[in-house]
């Protein structure tokens, strides 16, 4: 998978920057903030039976040309030939998720992050990780509580793997582990496939997306709720009932450009196979 057809102007253009593009961390943070409002979190392909394709071409034309959203292997795939095409210095890697769960737990590497070398050191840049992907680079050292546009970050050691937290109203709270070692876009291939295709996974049959919005608030939906988080941790949600509105908050809310015909299919799968308003700790 290579890089060099790149169209960087349309990305820049897509998500609004239109600021310095020395490969700096100003430049970084502001190119994380801009990307992550601008292309919406979403798993809804998966749903509609297409799983994602992660070459290069394939993602210009969804995020890009055709203003859709993506998830983490899409989203950080499209993000790292961004910086890349900028002159940054990436390190691929995977993290364990484990939002809702203990912080050790023995869980698989089905997550795509990246690392960005910088003459300040390493950083964590991450887009893809729906309700509570970090909105700035996260230098990459234990117990040093970072400030974001949203939430207060940090990294705590567990074994040798970084965990992610967040502060959120009911104190710190895991994200995900961090594998320090380089991973080929082959094995990006293979857990996309599984998390794409499993009939098991939530994206199957949930209707999934999210965003960060302004003054420290994110947007998520999870089937027919609507969830807004405010900077203190503090939801307001609401229940969606006609297909009018749900047409209303992924196109309008989200930006999302769908046809009515994916999201009367998606309305469909959701009532057929998904899980309702069943809480799910990676989406709440």
């Known amino acids: 998978m290579t890089d060099a057809h790149f169209d960087q102007s349309a990305w820049l253009k897509r998500i609004g920057y239109s600021g310095s593009i020395a490969p700096t961390l100003e430049t970084l943070n502001r190119l994380i903030v801009a990307h992550s409002h601008a ?16 070459d290069l071409a394939s993602l210009q034309s969804k995020m890009i040309t ?14 790292r030939a961004g910086l890349r095409s900028l002159g940054y210095r990436i390190t691929s890697l995977q993290g364990r998720v484990v939002r809702g769960l203990a912080i050790d737990a023995p869980r698989p590497a089905i ?40 939430e207060l970050m940090r990294f ?16 710190w709270q895991h994200i995900y582990r961090v594998i320090p070692y380089p991973r080929y ?11 794409g295709t499993h009939p098991e996974t939530p994206y199957q049959g949930n209707i999934i997306v999210a965003k ?22 503090q939801a307001r949600k609401r229940w969606l009932a006609a297909d009018s509105e749900f047409r209303d908050v992924l196109c309008g809310e989200f930006g999302l450009n769908l046809s009515n015909e994916d999201i009367d299919r998606c309305i469909a799968v959701m009532k057929a196979k998904g ?10």
Request: hydrophobic share 35%.
């Open 185 to 195: 876009d082959g094995e990006y291939e293979i857990t996309n496939w599984y998390t």
């Open 66 to 79: 055709n203003k859709r959203g993506g998830y983490c292997f899409e989203q950080n795939m499209l993000f």
């Open 275 to 284: 899980t309702g308003d069943a809480p799910h700790p990676f989406f709440a």
């Open 39 to 54: 292309i919406s979190y979403e798993t809804l392909d998966i749903m509609l039976g297409r799983p994602p394709k992660l």
């Open 111 to 150: 997550h795509m992050l990246l690392q960005v070398e910088l003459p300040e050191g390493p950083y964590l840049a991450d887009v893809g990780f729906g309700n509570l992907a970090p909105t700035s680079a996260l230098l990459l050292a234990p117990q040093v509580e970072q400030e974001t546009p949203h």
């Open 212 to 233: 960060p919005g302004p003054n420290g608030t994110r947007i998520t939906m999870y089937n027919a709720r609507v969830t807004v988080r405010d900077a203190e941790g």
């Open 156 to 171: 705590i050691d567990v074994d040798g793997e970084l965990t992610l937290q967040a502060r959120l109203n009911r104190g």
